[in-house]
């Protein structure tokens, strides 16, 4: 797959890979550049002001170690963790 450079530095990612990674009009990429690879990464970006509710709400979403080894089946998973 091929793409051009055009005026003010401005790219154009062809249609297919749009749906195959399932982006649509709005969503936010991350680009990171190394000596041999552009890499743009979708992400989701909080907004300031939404943060001290994302904060208060994120310990229902974690599990805690004694939660998680429940789940665990032999010794090598829980000495993984």
């Given amino acids: 797959m091929l793409i051009e450079i055009r005026k003010k530095n401005q790219i154009t990612l062809p249609a297919e890979l749009i749906k195959q990674m399932g982006l649509k009009e709005g969503d936010v990429l991350s680009v990171e550049a190394s000596k041999k690879a552009i890499t743009l990464k979708p992400v989701v970006v909080i907004p300031k002001e939404d943060l001290p509710r994302f ?4 310990e229902s979403y974690l599990a805690s170690e004694a939660v998680l080894k429940k789940d665990w089946l032999t010794p090598e998973e829980d000495e993984a963790y």
Wanted: proline share 0%; hydrophobic share 25%; net charge negative.
């Fill in 55 to 58: 904060h208060e709400n994120m």
